[in-house]
């Protein structure tokens, strides 16, 4: 069956999802949850959501899935334990850390891999089940065609994004709103810099997408296993309407597509990603939208007023010197004997029909009418009241079974940590020196220079080039539309002498593992704890960029028994994207992921008139922030890490670059720390 996840934030949408007919619902805690302003909920109100939850056969989710720093373990294994005592289905989760607490102290509590774990290839679902999650929810920004191919090639279970908010990046590598306005996205406190007014030309808003809408080509999906929702931030009204028509949908019945897009939209909805045409994907929320909003508002009410009856019910009566009733339903059967004794009939005896009727008047409760059926002997009376008693009787044994059969029941363990290992024994060693290169120009320059090791992205990389030992190759980041393709290309240059690769997400290291590669991580993997970084030790990783999301001293701190880096000099990152602001649709493919053609690097303009580089190459497009990270008079800084990566992407001449570090001065200008003193929330 497919289930239907609905978004809450808080009590009034719990009841909105569950009384229009959702299956499965997804909550925040009041920490670690990526939507940290949503209302949230505390212990005993996801306790009591779980009971409301069980008692229907609805199943409920814990999203606890934004990155964790050392200090918050603790904290966030309080949280875990709390999840697991309310009895919480599962837990959704980001952080590599963070399903390494939850596993231990809680094996049995199910596991689902995030969006913001960017997996959104066959080699991500394989690597997430090699782990053991449970689930995962793949990418918004996928073709129909390439979630297909993913559940044709995996056996997990996926869950997809069936309608709301898009974020223009792929989830989990957005950097923007904690690079420009200090709250990340990867900590549950994204400012939607994006909706802000960029521009190219004369287009506006041009990375500010509508929202997306599925919901009329679930019944082509039936192998995926959930529909979510987005829109925990969003109104009951919201959260009802969008359950309404995705049961409608699957059901085969039409939907109120206008009132759906009436109630919530920016300039309308989209499914450009689904199909594939990308073009006319842009939006912002206008006065018109908000105007419709409130007019849809009117009515709404009316689909969640009443309890949804999802759970059949079958139940036979006999009456004669006594009341018997036996009910049962998939969750199990009960007999129910009525403290009423029959009584001779004064007038007109009761008959079977009068009381199969009192008995199919569930209504306002979570059962359905299934077969009913009665034997009553002849000349008896049998009050109303008294039937009417015995059916809230059924139905009050049965929601117990319900309950009961539903409600999880956990071993739950406390979660004990040492960090033996340190990588200061790597970090007091001297200071190394790593490039990231762009094209064939700087990797030729980087060859002459005193670099430990050169990150290449393998477009560039050709058989005949000397010191492989020196490079490490990078896979393109966006896989799951050359998968295929990649691994041909990464068999050929291993077979060349390449044996270094990046992972830039844990599918990517799956895939690396399986071809033979050492495997060397990146900054995506967006590694900001201990844990995370023993995790990625225990996989086989050589060494680790770390997020550069946290400050330098908590980043120091890290303790794991393998090298940790920090990007240290470069344009910063601000997204990743499927979608191109230039060309207002698909990149335009002028370079592939794989080296051929010339990338496009244009700019687009923000409120002040800052330029941000646009890098539109193969199937994705990177942003990048307009100031120069520079932190080569940082030494201090940076002799705390084992190796400081020098980050290149229109420099003509390296050496420059890397001889103001080695002297330890800095350029003279406009540049940034990035969030090495600052920090973001």
Do not use: W
């Not at 009384?19 to 209302?39: L, P, T």
């Amino acid at each position: 069956m497919n289930e239907v996840l609905a978004p809450c934030k808080g009590a009034e949408s719990l009841s909105a999802a569950l009384n229009s007919g959702a299956d499965a619902v997804y909550v925040g805690m009041k920490n670690f949850s990526a939507r940290k302003n949503a209302e949230n909920f505390s212990y005993e109100e996801l306790k009591a959501a779980c009971t409301e939850c069980h008692k229907r056969g609805v199943k409920l989710y814990v999203t606890l899935n934004t990155l964790i720093y050392d200090s918050e373990i603790d904290e966030f294994a309080n949280s875990v334990k709390t999840a697991a005592e309310c009895g919480a289905d599962g837990l959704i989760l980001q952080d590599l850390g963070a399903a390494v607490i939850a596993e231990k102290i809680c094996p049995e509590l199910p596991r689902h891999a995030s969006t913001q774990m960017s997996l959104n290839s066959v080699s991500g679902v394989l690597a997430a089940e090699e782990f053991g999650y449970q689930r995962v929810v793949i990418g918004r920004e996928l073709s129909e065609k390439e979630i297909r191919e993913i559940k044709e090639k995996t056996s997990l279970p996926l869950e997809i994004f069936v309608h709301g908010a898009l974020c223009v990046c792929i989830s989990g590598q957005c950097y923007m709103s904690s690079i420009i306005g200090g709250r990340s996205g990867n900590r549950g406190l994204c400012a939607q810099p994006c909706r802000l007014d960029f521009t190219y030309g004369e287009r506006h808003n041009v990375i500010s997408l509508k929202d997306s809408s599925i919901i009329e080509h679930l019944p082509e999906l039936p192998e995926i296993s959930s529909f979510k929702i987005e829109g925990r931030m969003k109104r009951p009204e919201y959260v009802a309407c969008a359950v309404d028509a995705c049961r409608k949908s699957l059901d085969g019945e039409n939907y109120d597509k206008k009132r759906l897009m009436e109630i919530f939209s920016r300039d309308g909805l989209t499914d450009g990603y689904y199909t594939g045409n990308m073009n006319n994907m842009q939006g912002i929320r206008r006065k018109e939208d908000v105007e419709n909003s409130a007019k849809a508002l009117n009515g709404i009410k009316e689909l969640y007023k009443a309890e949804f009856s999802s759970i059949p019910v079958d139940i036979s009566v006999e009456i004669s010197d006594k009341i018997i009733a036996r009910a049962s339903c998939s969750y199990g059967e009960i007999t129910v004997e009525s403290e009423v004794t029959p009584e001779p009939a004064k007038g007109a005896a009761l008959d079977e029909k009068s009381v199969e009727e009192r008995m199919k008047k569930l209504g306002g409760t979570q059962f359905k009418q299934g077969k009913i059926t009665s034997c009553v002997g002849k000349g008896i009376y049998v009050s109303a009241a008294a039937l009417n008693a015995l059916r809230r009787e059924i139905v009050r044994r049965l929601e117990e079974i319900v309950l009961e059969k539903n409600t999880p029941k956990y071993n739950i363990h406390s979660f004990e940590y040492s960090f033996a290992k340190s990588n200061k024994t790597f970090s007091s060693e001297k200071l190394k020196f790593r490039a990231e290169i762009s094209d064939k120009n700087q990797l030729e320059q980087a060859l002459k220079l005193d670099f430990d090791l050169i990150y290449a992205p393998m477009g560039v990389l050709s058989e005949n080039i000397a010191q492989k030992d020196k490079i490490v190759l990078i896979p393109p980041f966006v896989l799951s539309d050359c998968e295929e393709k990649t691994e041909k290309r990464l068999e050929e240059l291993k077979k060349a002498g390449y044996t270094k690769a990046l992972a830039h997400t844990i599918g990517h290291a799956f895939l690396l593992k399986k071809h033979g590669f050492s495997i060397y991580g990146g900054f995506r993997m967006n590694i900001l704890n201990s844990i995370s970084a023993q995790f990625c030790e225990n996989y086989g990783f050589e060494d680790i960029v770390l997020s550069f999301e946290g400050t330098a001293s908590v980043l120091s701190e890290i303790k794991c028994g393998i090298p940790c880096g920090i990007i240290a000099y470069g344009k910063l990152p601000l997204m990743i994207t499927r979608r191109c602001p230039i060309a207002d649709g698909a990149p335009c493919g002028r370079k592939s992921p794989f080296g051929e053609g010339n990338p496009c690097k244009e700019v687009i303009f923000d409120r002040k008139g800052s330029k941000i580089s646009v890098h539109c190459g193969g199937n994705s497009v990177e942003l990048l922030n307009p100031d120069m990270l520079i932190m080569s008079d940082k030494r201090e800084v940076l002799e705390k890490f084992s190796f400081a990566v020098l980050k290149f992407t229109d420099e003509t001449e390296i050496a420059p670059v890397l001889e103001m570090y080695k002297k330890g001065k800095k350029i003279e200008g406009k540049l940034t720390r990035g969030l090495y003193f600052r920090g973001a929330d």
